[in-house]
């Protein structure tokens, strides 16, 4: 007797060998174009760096002071405050996705969603969080 298993084991296999191969493509290709644009970036723009150019910047005008100091507070609050509802705002995207297929239910879970993201948005707002003085 002759088990007949092992020719559907073998033809699974090259399926997932060729799904895989497909991704390898992928990636050798993603490689190469990567490696020809910044190699043509080298060749065709003109590298020819003067003091503005290689100078740090901060804020648009020359540095006064060691980079390693205190920084203000408020260039971390802000910081936090625009990750915070740049993250919300992306949870935004896949609702409006499905928004035809949501029940009542999720609809009011997601407008609470909002008027957490609204309450908080004034809060920081109130607090004066978005104020620079």
Do not use: H
Request: hydrophobic share 50%; charged share 20%; with cysteine.
């Amino acid at each position: 007797m002759q088990y007949n298993g092992t020719p559907k084991i073998k033809k699974n296999m090259l399926k997932i060998k060729s799904d895989y191969f497909v991704i390898l493509i992928f990636l050798f290709c993603s490689v190469v174009l990567t490696t020809i644009i910044i190699g043509a970036s080298y060749l065709i723009i003109p590298q020819n760096p003067d003091v503005e150019k290689i100078s740090p910047y901060e804020c648009g005008f020359d540095p006064f002071e060691d980079a390693r100091n205190e920084v203000d507070v408020r260039f971390y609050l802000v910081a936090i405050l625009f990750i915070i509802f740049d993250i919300e705002v992306a949870y935004l995207y896949p609702w409006a996705v499905v928004i035809s297929e949501v029940n009542s239910f999720n609809y009011w879970i997601f407008i609470d969603f909002m008027c957490e993201l609204v309450v908080g948005l004034f809060y920081a707002w109130r607090i004066g969080s978005l104020e620079w003085q």
